[in-house]
T-cell receptor
């Protein structure tokens, strides 16, 4: 089944404790992206990657890191989480990065930083 | 810069009644437009999209949307809603940038279908 998977789905942590949220897609998509969803703000892009070893900042990159060592994986790293990073996070992928491509979303990771 | 406005944050509607979810965007260039749906505790999935051609776009689950360039709108409609349509709906616009098509999402509209 074609899908985007994220782990963990739910995470409670404390301020400053490094964490990684994994994202994997099995559709051989070139483009991958991370979003955070907050009430009343919709989805805001954190980072994106147009291919292996190619990543770039989105609208809200502060406090986050990413890497793209393999085409299928795009982990999101919070080196020192803070309470303002409490949010719902989505990973997405698409075949290309242009011409109105449809993005396929993972199920989301709900993060609470105490 | 691109922006997307969804005027209604919450829309309650009775089952089998029609519904319209409004979306307006700002852009100085040609755009691609999308509607995504997010069912409870799930990720987003594409309902429909407008790339070019006919301004009336039909999507999954009986939804359709009409692109109105003069009013910069892309409202979503369904003639008769079902309980299973209860979800969050996001309008999105694709910005034709120099390197890739950046997608801007609206704040979302929560549709609640009342039995």
């Amino acid at each position: 089944e074609a899908q985007v998977t994220q782990n963990p789905r739910y995470l409670i942590t404390v301020t400053g404790k490094k964490l990684t949220v994994t994202c994997s897609q099995n559709m051989n998509h070139e483009y991958m992206s991370w979003y955070r969803q907050d009430p009343g703000l919709g989805l805001r892009q954190i980072y994106y990657s147009m291919n292996v070893e190619v990543t770039d900042k989105g609208d809200v990159p502060e406090g986050y890191k990413v890497s793209r060592k393999e085409k299928r994986n795009f982990p999101l790293i919070l080196e020192s989480p803070s309470p303002n990073q409490t949010s719902l996070y989505f990973c997405a992928s698409s075949f290309g990065q242009g011409v109105g491509e449809t993005q396929y979303f993972g199920p989301g990771t709900r993060l609470l930083v105490l | 810069a691109q922006s997307v406005t969804q005027l209604d944050s919450q829309v309650p509607v009775f089952e089998e009644a029609p519904v319209e979810l409004r979306c307006n965007y700002s852009s100085s260039v040609s755009v691609y437009l999308f509607w995504y749906v997010q069912y409870p505790n799930q990720g987003l999935q594409l309902l429909l999209k407008y790339l070019s051609g006919s301004t009336l776009v039909k999507g999954i689950n009986g939804f359709e949307a009409e692109f109105n360039k003069s009013q910069t709108s892309f409202h979503l409609r369904k003639p008769s809603v079902h309980i299973s349509d209860t979800a969050e709906y996001f309008c999105a616009v694709s910005d034709h940038g120099t390197s890739y098509d950046k997608v801007i999402f609206g704040p979302g509209t929560s549709l609640s279908v009342i039995p």
